[in-house]
């Protein structure tokens, strides 16, 4: 395996995309590629990277069979493996508030022991939060810190263990050890894991099985699994997902509507956001999936509008008298980056007057991670006027559904979201031609993003010799698109996870608004380009912590995607 893995000179890296003309000054992008280029180009613009038998696969049912399946996800089955790999990862499926009471936050925690809220009901979670609460008492009790994770209890450890399990818990393997925590009753289990100091508790994780680290993850905080399963769904379903394009865009329109996890109540929204109000409207009208953001919690919170008072609002006043105040954020990013773009055409005046249309959308008990809610006591009333258009006065919540339609079909948001679509999938610097049908088809099908794709995957363009391989993968396509081509078996990938983050794309985590770029020239550093080929060869060796690979499973000498070594500058292509 070693031997298809080439550790290049950053510095050739470098030269090679150093090198490549501009793609919109190109005469390149009406010249087409071969046709086994173009399965290609398809696989690695619409999946996170071919695996070992997908070029034979795409041949067998026709390219443009396989790209009209891609674009209705809802027809094709889903990998079985993946369902497997996800279930012990409940927190995908929960609601913010449903988090909070699975997952406590100390606060939680805290209001429990004062008696304030009750116990969970569900067996396992009562005995696990009863532990939690005992520990903070006794800290609290003790002058320790009770938020912090349980020090170790050595006699408490020597009770539950007999002296030969003790001499191996601390001198024996990873898989020693966990053999003799999984001997334990389950219930034994927990006291043994939370008396255990922090060192040899995760020792055990790379070794454990999955709900074996769930447990371990447990005692160690329970708000570090929201972030963990957000991250190890997100790489899972871009290895092992068969409804790769889908899997792809949730990531780019994710990244389109940023939200920053490590934001306050976000911790626990983002989780929600993401399945509820980007996934399921990729592919359908914009206007649904703009509405869906605009109205999600996680969005209201991240960008303060939930805070947001018109200052002559019943509610405009604070205690002492002074205003409240009107918060832009939202306005300003709905105008700049969700929309119209940064010149789209919009005033200062345009944003202050959207802000006040958004004034009373807000969240429900959001020191309970609530639900989105439409307060009229803080709504500014009066008559406003964004890009042209008058909103009368007296309205309520209608005024910010009147912004979002005004948005929605502006002429300067079809241009700005074609060319951000074709900019992710076409090149960095896309033909104005290509943006200019796209837009079109926009406007004409009111923002149905699937025709707009398929505009796009039909055009010359997209299969063009500027277009092949033009573009450099980011941090998240290297790792995925890597573990994709040696067909890797993941037992967990919150390593993964993690070796993204140290080539410069944390998952979940860009602050800015404006998430991660569709631009690939941003990623093109000599640091990041030799951490890549650590990263490949690491891989190639079997020493990512999760992940096996086994060489004699995939290498197929027929196969176009064979002889591609993993740190090569082609592979950092796509």
């Not at 939370?194 to 995760?202: F, K, S, T, V």
């Not at 979940?508 to 030799?530: D, F, H, I």
Request: proline share 7%; aromatic share 8%; hydrophobic share 40%.
């Amino acid at each position: 395996m070693r031997n298809r893995v080439v550790a290049l000179a950053a510095v050739l890296c470098l030269a090679v995309f150093a090198g490549k003309k501009p793609a919109a000054e190109s005469r390149q992008f009406l010249k087409q590629i071969p046709e086994d280029q173009k399965i290609l180009q398809a696989l690695n613009r619409l999946t996170f990277g071919p695996r070992p038998g997908d070029v034979q696969a795409v041949k067998a049912v026709g390219l443009k069979v396989w790209i009209d399946r891609q674009l209705h996800p809802e027809s094709i089955p889903q990998n079985p493996a993946l369902a497997d790999k996800l279930k012990t990862m409940d927190t995908l499926a929960m609601t913010g508030a449903e988090i909070v009471r699975s997952y406590p936050t100390p606060q939680v925690i805290q209001a429990i022991a004062r008696g304030q809220m009750p116990m969970p009901t569900d067996p396992d979670k009562k005995l696990l939060f009863g532990r939690m609460v005992e520990r903070y008492r006794n800290a609290q009790n003790a002058g320790g810190n009770p938020n912090g994770p349980p020090p170790p209890d050595a006699k408490k450890l020597a009770e539950i263990l007999t002296r030969e399990q003790l001499s191996t818990m601390r001198q024996g393997t990873p898989q020693q050890r966990v053999e003799i925590l999984l001997a334990l009753p389950k219930e034994t289990q927990d006291e043994a894991i939370a008396a255990m100091p922090g060192g040899m508790r995760q020792s055990m994780f790379n070794a454990a099985p999955a709900e074996l680290r769930r447990r371990i993850e447990m005692v160690n905080g329970p708000q570090q699994i929201i972030a963990r399963d957000l991250m190890e769904g997100k790489l899972l379903r871009a290895v092992y997902s068969d409804r790769q394009l889908e899997e792809v865009l949730t990531d780019f329109w994710f990244n389109h509507f940023n939200v920053f996890l490590d934001k306050g109540a976000d911790r626990y929204l983002v989780t929600e956001y993401e399945r509820e109000a980007i996934r399921p409207q990729v592919l359908g009208k914009f206007k649904d999936l703009l509405t869906a953001t605009a109205k999600s919690p996680a969005m209201l919170f991240y960008l303060d509008n939930w805070q947001s008072v018109g200052p002559n609002a019943p509610q405009g006043r604070g205690p002492g008298g002074g205003a409240r105040g009107l918060n832009e954020n939202y306005g300003r990013e709905l105008l700049e980056l969700h929309t119209l773009g940064v010149d789209g055409g919009y005033t200062q005046k345009d944003v202050t007057e959207a802000a006040r249309c958004f004034t009373g959308w807000t969240i429900f008990q959001p020191q309970r991670v609530g639900t989105f809610v439409f307060n009229a006591r803080a709504h500014d009333r009066g008559e406003k006027t964004v890009l042209g258009v008058t909103i009368p006065a007296g309205g309520g919540m209608e005024d910010g559904e009147k912004v979002l339609d005004i948005v929605a079909h502006h002429p300067a948001t079809a241009h700005f979201i074609s060319r951000k679509l074709a900019m992710r999938f076409v090149a960095d610097d896309p033909p104005e031609a290509l943006v200019g049908r796209m837009a079109a088809t926009f406007t004409k099908t009111d923002g149905d993003l699937r025709a707009v794709m398929k505009t796009m995957l039909e055009s010359k363009e997209f299969f063009s010799q500027a277009a092949y391989q033009s573009k450099m993968k980011s941090p998240l396509e290297v790792v995925a698109s890597a573990a994709r081509a040696v067909n890797a078996e993941i037992d967990f990938a919150f390593p993964l996870a993690n070796q993204v983050a140290q080539l410069g794309e944390p998952l979940y985590r860009k602050q800015e608004p404006t998430g991660y770029s569709n631009n690939s020239q941003e990623w093109l550093n000599s640091a990041g380009l030799m951490a890549r080929m650590n990263f490949a060869l690491q891989l190639a060796d079997n020493k990512v912590p999760g992940v096996k690979v086994d060489a004699s499973k995939f290498a197929r000498p027929d196969d176009p995607i064979a002889g591609i070594a993993l740190g090569s500058p082609e592979f950092q292509k796509r």
